[in-house]
């Protein structure tokens, strides 16, 4: 349940990210993480912080219910 929480997390992410046009590296710099991290994110396979969910929200202009799964 928790992997698949993070997919539709990371998928919600990737989505609201192309929306604005921006890359990952973009949202990364940004966000002060490397892309690298950023693209685990984005692909489910790292528990971030909610402090890096914070920066990532700053980064892109949206709001927190953006991006959550319902």
Do not use: C, H, W
């Amino acid at each position: 349940m928790e992997e698949e929480i993070r997919k539709k997390f990371g998928d919600k992410l990737r989505k609201a990210r192309e929306k604005r046009k921006y890359t990952q590296e973009e949202v990364a710099k940004k966000a002060g993480m490397s892309s690298n991290y950023f693209a685990k994110i984005e692909r489910g396979e790292v528990n971030t912080t909610f402090d890096k969910i914070y920066k990532i929200i700053k980064a892109l202009k949206i709001e927190a219910s953006d991006i959550f799964p319902t």
